[in-house]
T-cell receptor, first 115, second 114 residues
């Protein structure tokens, strides 16, 4: 079975400071990993993904994430947070060996960036 | 990328009635999914909508309560039947074009059952 954990319900950061949102996963094979962001009253927006290759992946809006196989982690990072980054962030995993192609989501982390 | 349109965006319904949510994708997609989300919470997969065949339901969800149609590669509907206040939630449609790609999401349907 595949699973995702986001250990922090909320992350508070001052504008201009680095932002990190943590994610760990469990999957039987090599994972496909994704980050999504959700703004109030909106659907999920795709930020970035790791499929294979370079462990550091870059995505939309200045976000990046680092895949660490030994720690089974895929933390989301942004060097300098903006107030507009305040939103709900979801990490998700898919096991490519399973034909169902189902995504399993973490519980979500609310990010609050203060001016 | 795919653009997904969901209708309605929100509705308030009486208990015991049914609501059908439509999901239209602007291009052909391989897979379509329906999720449920309580505001501020994580997403729970209801079912995979299979083109031309019965949907594949997750544990805890049944066809009689959540019938799904997918007549072609760009369109799907989810019906919430015989609604109760416990069905109040956000329902999200999702689609993907292949195994290597990310999934895209509609803006969601916020359902309130009174």
């Amino acid at each position: 079975a595949q699973s995702v954990a986001q250990p922090e319900d909320q992350v508070n950061v001052a504008e201009g400071n680095p932002l990190t949102v943590k994610c760990t996963y469990s999957v039987s094979g090599n994972p496909y990993l994704f980050w999504y962001v959700q703004y109030p009253n909106r659907g999920l927006q795709f930020l970035l993904k790791y499929i294979t290759g370079d462990n550091l992946v870059k995505g939309s809006y200045g976000f990046e994430a680092e895949f660490n196989k030994s720690q089974t982690s895929f933390h989301l990072k942004k060097p300098s947070a903006l107030v507009s980054d305040s939103a709900l962030y979801f990490c998700a995993v898919r096991d490519p060996t399973r034909s169902s192609n189902k995504l399993t989501f973490g519980g979500g982390t609310r990010v609050l960036v203060k001016p | 990328s795919a653009v997904i349109s969901q209708k309605p965006s929100r509705d308030i319904c009486q208990r015991g009635t049914s609501l059908t949510i439509q999901c239209q994708v602007d291009s052909q997609v391989t897979m379509m999914f329906w999720y449920r989300q309580q505001p501020g919470q994580s997403l729970t997969l209801i079912a995979t909508a299979n083109q031309g065949s019965e949907a594949t339901y997750e544990s805890g969800f049944v066809i009689d309560k959540f019938p799904i149609s997918r007549p072609n590669l760009t369109f799907s509907t989810l019906t919430v039947s015989n609604m109760s206040p416990e069905d109040s939630s956000i329902y999200l449609c999702s689609a993907m074009t292949g195994g290597y790609t990310e999934a895209f999401f509609g803006q969601g349907t916020r359902l309130t059952v009174v």
